[in-house]
């Protein structure tokens, strides 16, 4: 069964200053040098702006004009304010400056290794920008310099996160489930999401040392934060624990080749009681249509060759045995699905 929401697109409210690289790249150098934090005090005359921050007024008008075309900010009889619309997304602000960060990785892949990233996985894998970013291995321990390693790529999965989860949680059927277990969880923004609409859920989150650790750090004084806990192991390698009502997959499974989350799936359903749910939560298939593609579609495009469409995990849930299978979609900044399945 395939349910699918109204292809109403609900991407993150930033995500509607990250249209253009223009106006992105002088978004981002407005909040590096302080700009933003003057505006959003109330409005301030440019000139007085260029003497405080010891820039050229020249220059200072130049960016001015690129954040006013990129409509975050007005100016009137040379005072600049902040647009209305863009101060509404300021509590999100450490989900833009992820973005920004991950866009300006995205964007030197495409310039420089488009051919590798279409054409040539391995080649890609091997010298993309991204990954070098999302670097697994420096997750393995929780010395200083591995936690800030790490913390650059879970800001950022935990700024998409955010997002995604409250929009995703109505797809899962989660109401008499007990104990959940997030295999690849991150910081436990998705379980948090999941325990918040459904208040006698406790949740698992797995991953390695550096995840979990700050992921205890993200969740710490959250109201969900009792009910979930966090376990150290590579799913990879190391057994899945078992106990748990339901297991989850979001957003991990496209990470691997077909033989690798094959195996994951396989460990997932071995872990999981006689009518035990399994959700694979994932983007689909990258597929740009006949409209010019926003700036921020670059971050979806490096990982283009990765996404599959959700027939590829329904089908593999049902060579491995997995009764009632069904597919639910929400349209986010792309198809977004819930493949579901119950171990019989």
Same mark, same amino acid.
């Given at each position: 069964?395939?349910?699918?929401?109204?292809?109403?697109?609900?991407?993150?409210?930033?995500?509607?200053?990250?249209?253009? =690289?223009?106006?992105?790249?002088?978004?981002?150098?407005?909040?590096?040098?302080?700009?933003?934090?003057?505006?959003?005090?109330?409005?301030?005359?440019?000139?007085?702006?260029?003497?405080?921050?010891?820039?050229?007024?020249?220059?200072?008008?130049?960016?001015?004009?690129?954040?006013?075309?990129?409509?975050?900010?007005?100016?009137?009889?040379? #005072?600049?304010?902040?647009?209305?619309? =863009?101060?509404?997304?300021?509590?999100?602000?450490?989900?833009?400056? *992820?973005?920004?960060? =991950?866009?300006?990785?995205?964007?030197?892949?495409?310039?420089?290794?488009?051919?590798?990233?279409?054409?040539?996985?391995?080649?890609?894998?091997?010298?993309?920008?991204?990954?070098?970013?999302?670097?697994?291995?420096?997750?393995?321990?929780?010395?200083?310099?591995?936690?800030?390693?790490?913390?650059?790529?879970?800001?950022?999965?935990? #700024?998409?996160?955010?997002?995604?989860?409250?929009?995703?949680?109505?797809?899962?059927?989660?109401?008499?489930?007990?104990?959940?277990?997030?295999?690849?969880?991150? *910081?436990?923004? =998705?379980?948090?999401?999941?325990?918040?609409?459904?208040?006698?859920?406790?949740?698992?989150?797995?991953?390695?040392?550096?995840?979990?650790?700050?992921? +205890?750090?993200?969740?710490?004084?959250?109201?969900? #934060?009792?009910?979930?806990?966090?376990?150290?192991?590579?799913? +990879?390698?190391?057994?899945?624990?078992?106990?748990?009502?339901?297991?989850?997959?979001?957003?991990?499974?496209?990470?691997?080749?077909?033989?690798?989350?094959?195996?994951?799936?396989? +460990?997932?359903?071995?872990?999981? %009681?006689?009518?035990?749910?399994?959700?694979?939560?994932?983007?689909?298939?990258?597929? %740009?249509?006949?409209?010019?593609?926003?700036?921020?579609?670059?971050?979806?495009?490096?990982?283009?060759?990765?996404? +599959? %469409?959700?027939?590829?995990?329904?089908?593999?849930?049902?060579?491995?045995?997995?009764?009632?299978?069904?597919?639910?979609?929400?349209?986010?900044?792309?198809?977004?699905?819930?493949?579901?399945?119950?171990?019989?």
């Amino acid at each position: 069964m395939v349910n699918r929401s109204a292809v109403t697109m609900t991407p993150a409210p930033e995500d509607a200053f990250l249209t253009t =690289f223009i106006g992105s790249a002088a978004l981002s150098l407005a909040l590096r040098s302080g700009l933003v934090d003057k505006l959003a005090q109330g409005p301030q005359q440019a000139a007085a702006l260029a003497v405080t921050a010891k820039l050229d007024p020249r220059g200072v008008d130049l960016l001015a004009g690129l954040l006013e075309s990129a409509g975050i900010i007005t100016r009137q009889a040379g #005072a600049l304010n902040l647009t209305p619309v =863009f101060t509404a997304i300021l509590p999100r602000r450490a989900a833009l400056e *992820s973005k920004l960060a =991950f866009l300006d990785l995205a964007a030197r892949d495409v310039l420089d290794r488009l051919p590798e990233m279409l054409f040539d996985t391995p080649a890609y894998v091997g010298s993309g920008k991204v990954f070098e970013l999302f670097r697994y291995d420096r997750a393995a321990t929780t010395s200083p310099e591995d936690l800030a390693a790490t913390q650059r790529w879970l800001d950022y999965t935990t #700024a998409l996160t955010e997002h995604e989860a409250p929009l995703l949680a109505p797809l899962m059927a989660l109401e008499t489930t007990a104990r959940l277990l997030d295999v690849g969880g991150n *910081s436990g923004a =998705f379980v948090r999401a999941l325990c918040a609409v459904n208040p006698t859920l406790r949740a698992t989150v797995l991953d390695l040392p550096a995840v979990t650790e700050l992921g +205890r750090r993200y969740l710490a004084g959250t109201p969900e #934060a009792e009910r979930i806990d966090f376990i150290t192991a590579d799913a +990879r390698r190391d057994p899945l624990p078992p106990g748990y009502d339901a297991i989850s997959f979001k957003s991990v499974l496209h990470d691997w080749p077909e033989p690798d989350a094959r195996q994951l799936v396989i +460990r997932a359903r071995d872990a999981l %009681p006689s009518g035990g749910r399994l959700f694979v939560v994932e983007r689909g298939a990258f597929a %740009p249509g006949a409209a010019p593609l926003p700036y921020a579609a670059a971050a979806n495009l490096v990982f283009a060759r990765f996404y +599959r %469409p959700p027939s590829v995990y329904a089908e593999l849930l049902g060579e491995l045995g997995f009764g009632d299978i069904s597919v639910q979609t929400v349209d986010i900044e792309m198809p977004f699905h819930v493949i579901a399945g119950t171990r019989p």
